[in-house]
């Protein structure tokens, strides 16, 4: 067993496939993935809806399906593998320790690192739910699980709090297998997954959809019995008189993701409050040197591919920096965003490096805007950039594809940031 690598990777997701992969075809010759699991693949194991490919294969795969792809591949490239084996501490001189079953205790060195842990849902706790304490209430990838993996029902008539792509992906899973969805709530004013998951799995399946309406008291002692549900103002504050109590022996929580990061706090990466993942620039190098992000642990995206996407960056970058062939920055600008965008990706960029490639800003806006809309990149108050969609709306994630050499000969060399604005 090697105790030093060229590139350690932490996480078996779509991200952290696509990372070690593309690690390994840059000329990477030692290349590590940790996985807590007992199998690569992260969540699409058990993600059997279809869905996921349609950007890198224009297809229209199920999770399984599509992680195999990638677990094939790696397969195929000589790349070690560390099953079962949880990541304790990861250090900015980017050495890893490591608790595993079959080795121990394990403290790796690498010359550089790709953190792909992935994100974890909101609990009850988070969102501080009242009432008692009966079984049957659940996360929505908790019930995923049980259901697609585990072969277990958890109950036979769900409430589900929270429009999440999870939430409504299982409304429709749990109606095909005979359970009864008696009601869909979100506290926003509008839907916090995608669209298409709302036409394909409520619409078609005739599951209400309640807008600013939230639980607002749980009832039963030992089983879940019922909940009373209460419509919101714009302030999220409950309007007196519209409660409403509903049957249910099981509650599923689809109410937001969180980038999973306590492996980045111990290493001193910088976290951005707002995305809940590292600060990182257009190469998804995070404020360590040497030390890359790509996926869900940076932001959370709406499509598996662009996390694909993100890790083979990363994967590629994290290669070239162990090889010696990472090129350095002289100057590091940020890019800010208006009051209208949420969160934004990256939040720096390379002058000195982009003149001669494409770089994406990825960002979620804060409203719906069902016209068409235009996104503006400036430096100094000066528009150097401009991005026409016909949309936009907060769940789905826009994507700009910027070209490094237009940008950089609009900007003068006293430009010390970049603001991305909505018109």
């Not at 909940?227 to 929580?253: H, R, S, W, Y």
């Amino acid at each position: 067993m090697k105790k030093e690598y060229e590139v350690v990777i932490i996480g078996s997701g779509p991200a952290g496939l696509a990372a070690a992969i593309e690690a390994k075809k840059t000329g990477a010759k030692s290349v590590a993935i940790i996985e807590r699991d007992k199998e690569l693949g992260g969540i699409l194991p058990q993600c059997i809806h279809n869905g996921f490919g349609s950007v890198i294969f224009k297809k229209d795969y199920p999770g399984p399906y599509y992680a195999q792809k990638f677990i094939d591949e790696v397969q195929k490239l000589n790349i070690d593998i560390f099953f079962d084996t949880m990541v304790l501490d990861v250090t900015a001189s980017k050495k890893v320790y490591a608790s595993s079953c079959d080795n121990g205790y394990l403290e790796l060195r690498a010359k550089s690192i790709v953190l792909a842990m992935g994100c974890r849902e909101r609990t009850r706790s988070q969102i501080r739910l009242a009432g008692t304490r009966p079984a049957g209430i659940f996360t929505a990838g908790t019930v995923q699980r049980f259901v697609n993996i585990e072969g277990y029902m958890p109950g036979s008539k769900f409430v589900i709090l929270g429009s999440g792509d999870i939430g409504m992906i299982m409304a429709r899973r749990l109606t095909l297998e005979g359970a009864k969805v008696e009601r869909v709530l979100e506290i926003m004013p509008f839907l916090t997954g995608l669209k298409r998951n709302y036409v394909q799995c409520l619409v078609d399946f005739n599951i209400r959809l309640d807008l600013q309406h939230t639980v607002n008291r749980i009832i039963g002692k030992d089983r879940l019995e019922a909940v009373e549900i209460i419509k919101v103002d714009n302030m999220f504050k409950p309007i007196t008189g519209t409660e409403e109590i509903i049957q249910c022996d099981a509650l599923l929580l689809s109410v937001g993701l969180i980038p999973e990061n306590e492996l980045s706090k111990k290493a001193g990466i910088d976290l951005d409050p707002v995305t809940g993942g590292p600060f990182i620039d257009e190469r998804l190098e995070t404020s360590n040197e040497g030390i890359f992000a790509a996926g869900n642990v940076v932001f959370i995206h709406d499509l598996v591919d662009y996390v694909t996407e993100a890790g083979y960056l990363a994967g590629k970058n994290a290669a070239l920096y162990a090889l010696n062939k990472y090129e350095k920055s002289k100057r590091k600008i940020m890019i800010l965003k208006d009051e209208n965008i949420h969160s934004l990706i990256p939040q720096y960029i390379n002058l000195d490096l982009i003149k001669n490639e494409n770089f994406m800003i990825q960002l979620r806006v804060n409203k719906n805007y069902e016209e068409k809309i235009k996104i503006n990149i400036t430096a100094n108050n000066k528009i150097i950039a401009t991005f026409t969609e016909p949309y936009a709306r907060p769940a789905e994630m826009i994507v700009l594809k910027v070209n490094g050499k237009e940008l950089i000969k609009n900007i003068n060399n006293k430009c010390k940031k970049l603001e991305v604005k909505i018109t």
